[in-house]
């Protein structure tokens, strides 16, 4: 009998083992299930093959090729100038007037002669580190923030003067803002993209309210249409997005290796984990860079080789969009660390359509002709968002130009009572045709008849 006690112990423990073994291969089970549950596994497996993807659609991969896009030589680069150049403090820019304009032009005007002479360059290519600098540094170079912000402070200037459409400092100003902008995306990355298109839609803004003012002020139509004609050049979105494989890359580099200067804390911190606890486990690296190179890959294969297809550039952008639902780890990176274009392509349609309808307007205005007749300038030009003509029509306020707007629905050119608004630009027929004298109108730089609706846009760009 007490020979059988050890091996009752041995049971027993034996038991316990089985039970132990069984326990934890139940946390490895759940662990592994959990695991594969964040997606890393199953992205980081198709690493090589989107990678190989990626550099076959002939995407950035080092610093080198990033820079070598935006390469241009410093004596005709603006950039290095401008960002010297520190914009004058304006507390309120929006509720800015003419009276303030005149005790702040003393302080301006030698700022904007400095600003005149650097964009007197060809180019405009901010100074890129990729791997050294903060990924805020990287998004936000001096010469870009500095230049947006002149662009900002000269809209807002502008409207100020729009009631005063004789004042000869307009026309300087048009022209300023429009060179400046039109040079913000030199160096091909989506911030540029981005903030050219901000900065032409202000400039389009202004030129809006001022059309119905300056039917009589030739010098001042034509500027404004040569401002809008320097903005008329497509959007490089084909070579953004190989810099933005690049970038993307970067910014997977910044989460993995958890470095304190990422820049992403302030803007994530709703959804820590993917950061703080995904970057810790097996193959984040492989997995987020795997899907980053598949979103750019499927993006830059679909982007048309005319880069007027405004069409084609939405159909692209949207090919891309179902990799973005996907809500596991392995697209941690390219939800929340990177700015996409997902609505670029449209803001991009609304700008191009936008300008069409401003230059469509002014140059009618310009020859004195008879809207009656139609529009004027032919090709891209007369293209609306919705893949017809820029629209025409006399309504009981006078003629107008306009676009259909963001939504994409004829409302016959009415700006105030559809929501949301069709995109007009109001005509002075005061100037364009003399109507038989039936009722004193206002004068041509008063703006629109009496009980008219102001032209729409007013917000800060």
Avoid: C
């Amino acid at each position: 009998m007490e020979k059988t006690k050890p091996l009752q112990k041995l049971s027993k423990w034996a038991k316990v083992g089985k039970v132990a073994a069984v326990t934890a291969t139940f946390f490895i089970v759940l662990a592994a299930g959990a695991y594969t549950w964040t997606g890393l596994p199953s992205g980081a497996a198709v690493y090589a093959r989107s990678k190989n993807a990626a550099e076959k659609a002939g995407l950035f991969f080092n610093e080198s090729q990033a820079k070598a896009v935006s390469k241009v030589p410093d004596n005709e680069n603006a950039a290095n100038e401008i960002a010297k150049i520190e914009v004058p403090v304006v507390q309120d820019y929006t509720n800015l007037t003419k009276e303030m304009v005149d005790k702040l032009w003393p302080t301006f005007e030698p700022k904007l002669q400095l600003i005149e002479s650097a964009i007197s360059k060809k180019y405009m290519v901010g100074q890129w580190h990729f791997s050294d600098v903060n990924l805020d540094e990287y998004e936000s170079p001096r010469a870009l923030s500095r230049s947006a912000g002149w662009e900002n402070l000269i809209y807002y200037i502008l409207v100020a003067l729009t009631p005063t459409p004789q004042d000869q400092r307009i026309p300087r100003l048009i022209k300023t803002a429009s060179i400046l902008a039109a040079k913000l995306d030199d160096d091909h990355t989506f911030n540029g993209v981005r903030e050219r298109n901000r900065r032409a839609n202000g400039i389009g803004t202004a030129i809006r309210k001022l059309i119905p003012r300056a039917t009589n002020n030739p010098t001042l139509l034509a500027e404004m249409f040569d401002a809008l004609s320097r903005l008329d050049k497509p959007y490089d979105l084909p070579t953004m997005l190989k810099v933005e494989n690049y970038r993307g890359m970067i910014a997977v580099e910044h989460v993995y290796h958890r470095r304190p200067d990422t820049g992403f804390n302030e803007y994530y911190d709703s959804s820590p984990i993917e950061f703080e606890k995904g970057s810790q486990l097996p193959r984040f690296r492989e997995a987020n860079l795997a899907r980053i190179h598949e979103y750019f890959t499927t993006l830059a294969t679909k982007m048309p080789t005319d880069q007027w297809d405004l069409n084609g550039i939405a159909m692209a952008v949207d090919a891309g969009q179902p990799i973005l639902e996907n809500g596991d780890w392995s697209y941690a990176v390219l939800r929340y660390g990177l700015m996409l274009p997902i609505s670029l392509a449209q803001q991009i349609q609304n700008e191009v359509a936008n300008r069409n309808a401003l230059m469509q307007a002014l140059a009618i205005l310009k020859a004195h002709a008879d809207p009656a007749k139609g529009l004027l300038l032919g090709g891209r030009n007369r293209l609306d968002q919705d893949g017809h003509s820029i629209r025409i029509a006399k309504l009981s306020k006078g003629w107008v130009v306009y676009s259909v707007g963001k939504d994409r629905k004829d409302d016959g050119g009415q700006d105030s009572l559809s929501r949301p608004p069709d995109y007009v630009v109001h005509l002075s027929m005061a100037t364009v045709i003399p109507e038989p004298p039936k009722k004193p109108t206002s004068s041509p730089s008063s703006g629109p008849p009496k009980g008219a609706p102001a032209p729409a846009g007013s917000s800060a760009p």
